[in-house]
């Protein structure tokens, strides 16, 4: 029977007695290891407090009023720890502790934390919300653009212990650890990384392939990927077979008339909106957002914009023209905080204005810098020379037959070359495809202007 709402006026503790109702409250997590009876997720008492409370209401505060009350506290028993939205556990502090269903929290946050992963959902509209004038409007040509760097401040992962033999099938020990994003953002890729000292093979090949099929139950796609998807020739350790192609925009053709392709707008924000141009072109394609480290565990967020295919099948690297110097290296499988070379080639900007300067640590990757990423054979000519682009790289990592199976339907060609031939077809301006999608969106923001008048 549905209850009736909650009164915008209700009290804090009529809430609260209504929120913890065990028939129409806010729901429980089942008993578990190092979890206190009456454990909810943040997330669900959310969405219960904003379906059970006649009007708007802003939920986050009232949990957070909840806490200071000593009604609510985090699974861990650590009072200090805020209401985060998302997948935290949290727990009813005012009930009967000399029931024989009690179960005390941990009591440690650090334990806690090393038994349960905690992930915060964040949406970037309400971060970030759009100005009303922008609304409908693709987001290089608002008005407004916002020049600072994303969503993720502080540290990019949090670590636990990984239980590998889930299934106690090995005679021995076998130890692993996770690193994860902290913070999940709809259509952004999220990130798990698997590491061990010891752990057999297949048993945590069986782990990561129950992951991804329990995963397709929850709507979400597991792929594995290698620790360095673009395979960037910055070290003399590179890979040499998996360096990235890259595919070069032809913006020259949008220009028409004017001097520069933004000069509608104010010069400081030319590179940022071509970065979100990049980024548009990327997403019309099936790429997601994936947020990675600027180097070898350092924990914070790289300044370029990379790219995840949603197959899973293919990764693009824009580069960050504002931070050409910034270089990027992920993390290895082992997790050592391997030192940063002395040597080190300096960063190609996403409009290839800075030059390969002194010290490259390679003849051979100089040689591929200038050759792909300049589209010269000759060092001395990356000077003069100006590219927009993009890095595309494979995943080498989706099994050979799956790769080869995933054939255009009635035709020889796989999905993955017909990708990327389509891609740089559409960033050559092919048959007008790239200028009719420039059209397209300023079309988009000119009936968005005439709306508002």
Known sequence: METSKLKQTATLTEIFEAFKNPVHGVGFVGPAQSMPSCTFVAYDAINWLQSHIDGPCHPLDILEDMRRARMICHASGEYSKPVVPGFYLYYILMQDKESRDYTPPLGDLEAFENEWMEVEVQHPDLVKPVDPIDVGVPVFLRETIDLGEDFFDGSL?????????????????????????????????????????????????????????????????????????????????????????FVPLDYDCLKQHRS?????????????????????????????????????????????????????????????????????????????????????????????????????????HEAYITRHVTGSKNKDECDFIRRTGFLW?????????????????????????????????????????????????????????????
């Open 260 to 364: 520069f392709l933004f000069e509608e707008f104010k010069k400081e924000t030319w590179p940022k909106r071509l970065l979100l141009f990049q980024e548009a072109i990327v997403a019309r394609f099936g790429f997601m957002r994936c947020a990675v480290e600027t180097k070898t565990g350092s924990n914070q967020v790289s300044l370029d914009y990379q790219y995840v295919h949603c197959t899973g099948n293919m990764f693009i690297l824009v580069p960050n023209p504002n931070h050409e110097l910034k270089s990027r290296q992920r993390l290895a499988s082992g997790g050592s905080t391997m030192k940063k070379p002395t040597n080190f080639i300096n960063r190609y900007s996403s409009s290839y204005e800075s030059q390969i300067q002194n010290n490259i640590s390679s003849a051979a």
């Open 157 to 245: 992962y949090k670590q636990t212990h990984l239980e590998i033999d889930i299934n106690n099938r090995s005679d021995r020990t076998e130890w692993g650890h996770a690193r994860y994003h902290q913070k999940m953002i709809p259509s952004h890729a999220y990130e798990i990384v698997v590491q061990w000292i010891t752990a057999s093979g297949p048993i945590v090949c069986d782990l990561i392939n129950g992951w991804s099929r329990r995963a397709q139950g929850c709507g979400f796609q597991l792929v594995s990927i290698p620790a360095d998807p673009l395979a960037e020739p910055f070290t003399d350790k590179s890979d040499p077979l998996r360096g990235p192609i």
């Open 393 to 453: 790289s494979w995943n080498h990592m989706i099994p050979n037959k799956k790769w080869k199976s995933l054939a255009i339907a009635q035709t020889e060609e796989l999905f993955q070359l017909r990708m990327l031939r389509d891609f740089k077809d559409f960033c050559a301006n092919k048959d007008q495809r790239l200028a009719n999608f420039w059209e397209e969106c300023w079309e988009a923001k000119e009936k968005s202007s005439m709306a508002r008048t």
